[in-house]
């Protein structure tokens, strides 16, 4: 069983920055992929950004690229993702996920945290 915990969620303006953590529990954290994804009322949950196992490898959305960088430390089990340049309609609950391989769906992910809330006004 992996839990997984995000953090770094809030309110902040237009053009501003957050970076969000997440945190999973086990000692297999090195060999999971990591991927961020996000969620409106509106939409399905959409792909964000994935890293590799070993942090080499990263995918970004269209959206999120050029603005948002995922990253990983091993060494604290935790995944990061760090937001810069938001926009309105960057706001959405943000989930952590963990895959078996790099993917941008969402059905291949077996853990999931329980989100965390990002409001960019305008």
């Known amino acids: 069983q992996v839990q997984l915990v995000e953090s770094g969620g809030g309110l902040v303006q237009t053009g501003g920055s957050l970076r969000l953590s997440c945190a999973a529990s086990?000692?297999?954290?090195?060999?999971?992929?990591m991927g961020w994804f996000r969620q409106t009322p509106e939409k399905e949950r959409e792909f964000v950004a994935v890293?590799?196992?070993?942090?080499?490898?990263?995918l970004y959305s269209d959206s999120a690229k050029g603005r948002f960088t995922i990253s990983r430390d091993n060494a604290k089990n935790t995944v990061f993702l760090q937001m810069n340049s938001l926009k309105p309609e960057d706001t959405a609950v943000y989930y952590c996920?963990?895959?078996?391989?790099?993917?941008?769906?969402?059905?291949?992910?077996?853990?999931w945290g329980q989100g965390t809330r990002v409001t960019v006004s305008s």
């Open positions: 996920g963990k895959a078996s391989l790099i993917t941008t769906f969402s059905s291949r992910y077996d853990y």
């Open positions: 890293i590799s196992s070993g942090g080499d490898r990263t």
């Open positions: 086990g000692r297999a954290f090195s060999t999971y992929v």
